[in-house]
């Protein structure tokens, strides 16, 4: 069974970085059949999607455009978990961020396409200014 | 960006109750679209992928249909435990993903 366990702080001050970890249990960050996500959720923005990392017999990283500058998902092959790291917040950033996995099985074989199988429990960071 | 666009966006019904929700993109997006059941202090949870094939697990009261540019999710008997709101999540603009509004599904 596949677990995404977060950790990080909850209250991060303005214009400072916002670092979360998600621990993987039950798979690899380093599969050839899944992506790993970050995904946030506000009353205001309600769900958004943030970036991924995937491995094919290299890294790739992809992230929501809006964020290209202050975002980036860094993999731990040793610890076996990915993290996020979001700069310069301000109090727009305030949200539920979500660690994902994304796989799908399809005639027994299995890929990943954004669907959205495992999530993390959530953690509720607020920006203060 | 594809926008998705949900209706209704909230909805009352009864147990045993057959409801529809329906969801719009802005563009045509083929089968590339998921539904999502959350509950109050949960993550989402993956009901249906490609529009209409159930996730291991989910029970078959669920169901999924529609392309191009307008999907539905149908559960075909309410059950208590079917209270949440429900998300529609399109992949065509990979890795752009978007999600709709949100429909929340009330007890009357």
């Known amino acids: 069974q596949v677990q995404l366990q977060q950790s990080g702080p909850g209250l991060v001050k303005a214009s400072q970085t916002l670092s979360l970890t998600c621990a993987i249990s039950?798979?690899?960050?380093?599969?050839?059949?899944?992506?790993w996500h970050w995904i946030r959720q506000s009353p205001s923005r309600g769900l958004e999607w943030l970036g991924r990392?995937?491995?094919?017999?290299?890294?790739?990283?992809d992230y929501a455009l809006s964020l290209q500058s202050r975002i980036s998902i860094n993999p731990d092959t040793s610890k076996n978990q990915f993290s996020l790291h979001l700069n310069s917040v301000t109090p727009e950033d305030t949200a539920v961020y979500f660690c994902?996995?994304?796989?799908?099985?399809?005639?027994?074989?299995?890929?990943?396409?954004?669907?959205?199988?495992?999530w993390g429990q959530g953690t509720l960071v607020t920006v203060s200014s | 960006d594809i926008q998705l666009t949900q209706s209704p966006s909230f909805l009352s019904a009864s147990v045993g109750d057959r409801v529809t929700i329906t969801c719009r993109a802005s563009?045509?997006?083929?089968?590339?679209l998921a539904w999502y059941q959350q509950k109050p202090g949960k993550a989402p949870k993956l009901l249906i992928y490609?529009?209409?094939t159930l996730q291991s697990g989910v029970p078959s009261r669920f169901s999924g249909g529609g392309s191009g540019t307008e999907f539905t999710l149908t559960i075909s008997s309410l059950q208590p435990e079917d209270f949440a709101t429900y998300y529609c999540?399109?992949?065509?603009?990979?890795?752009?993903?978007?999600f709709g509004q949100g429909t929340k599904l009330e007890i009357k």
């Open positions: 994902v996995r994304d796989r799908y099985c399809r005639g027994g074989t299995c890929y990943s396409g954004g669907n959205f199988d495992y």
């Open positions: 039950g798979d690899s960050v380093s599969s050839n059949s899944a992506a």
């Open positions: 990392t995937y491995y094919r017999s290299r890294w790739y990283y």
């Open positions: 563009q045509g997006i083929s089968s590339s």
């Open positions: 490609d529009a209409s």
């Open positions: 999540q399109q992949l065509n603009s990979y890795p752009l993903y978007t």
